[in-house]
């Protein structure tokens, strides 16, 4: 069965630092997304990305955040100038042609931000 | 904006037993999501719904969409079952998933 895959799966970083986390979505799927869960509350939406543009955004997706799709294949979430609260589980996902189409989820990557 | 309510936040069964969990939302929505986590944390995809009822082995998803309301049951409870278990909402125009805080189920042998 096809899979999202992500990499890597645990990151440890210094405050301050930039970080790229990255996801390969299904070959065949159009709508990309990235979700987070800090330990012990909600999954959170953070970003879609649909036809080489975001599509939508919530409130946590500032200008610290950003995603590109550099190939054919990758997709990739940096943040940069980290910060301790930005510690936590970030999913990537994808979807065929939108929500309704079912979604699958990589594995996670779990950051740590020291 | 999408509030997502499940109950119970924790549930204990010995094995055999069937098991309930309940989503409630609040707006409508293209699409209701169930979804299972496990200790590692990867999220699994275990149905998609719009209307009526999906079955797949033991597990069974329902939604009634005038009351804003699915369950997810399942029969013949074991161990391996034993994972969070989250409701996630799609807007009627967005494809965004609002997500729920999740039941964590642990089934006794």
């Known amino acids: 069965e096809p899979e999202v895959t992500q990499t890597p799966s645990h990151q440890v970083t210094q405050m301050g630092q930039e970080v790229i986390l990255r996801c390969v979505p299904i070959?065949?799927?159009?709508?990309f997304y990235w979700y987070r869960q800090i330990l012990g509350q909600k999954v959170e939406f953070l970003v879609s990305?649909?036809?080489?543009?975001?599509?939508?955004k919530s409130e946590i997706f500032d200008d610290q955040f950003s995603v590109e799709r550099p190939d054919g294949s990758n997709f990739t979430l940096k943040i940069r100038s980290t910060k301790l609260e930005d510690s936590a589980m970030y999913f990537c996902?994808?979807?065929?042609?939108?929500?309704?189409?079912?979604?699958?989820f990589g594995s996670g990557t779990r950051l740590t931000v020291v | 904006k999408n509030e997502v309510e499940q109950s119970p936040q924790n549930l204990t069964a010995q094995e055999g037993e069937f098991i309930t969990i309940n989503c409630s939302y609040s707006?409508?929505?293209?699409?209701l999501h169930w979804l299972q986590q496990h200790p590692g944390g990867g999220i699994v995809s275990l149905f998609m719904?719009?209307?009526g009822k999906k079955k797949h082995g033991r597990l069974i998803a329902t939604i009634n969409i005038q009351e804003k309301h699915s369950s997810l049951h399942i029969t013949a409870s074991h161990p391996r079952d034993s994972a969070v278990y989250i409701c996630?909402?799609?807007?009627?125009?967005?494809?965004?998933?609002?997500f729920g805080a999740g039941t964590i189920l642990r089934v006794k042998s």
């Open positions: 996902a994808s979807s065929e042609a939108g929500s309704v189409y079912g979604y699958t």
């Open positions: 990305f649909y036809n080489n543009e975001i599509s939508e």
């Open positions: 719904l719009s209307s």
């Open positions: 707006v409508g929505i293209s699409a």
């Open positions: 996630a909402v799609s807007g009627e125009y967005g494809n965004k998933l609002v």
């Open positions: 070959s065949n799927h159009l709508y």
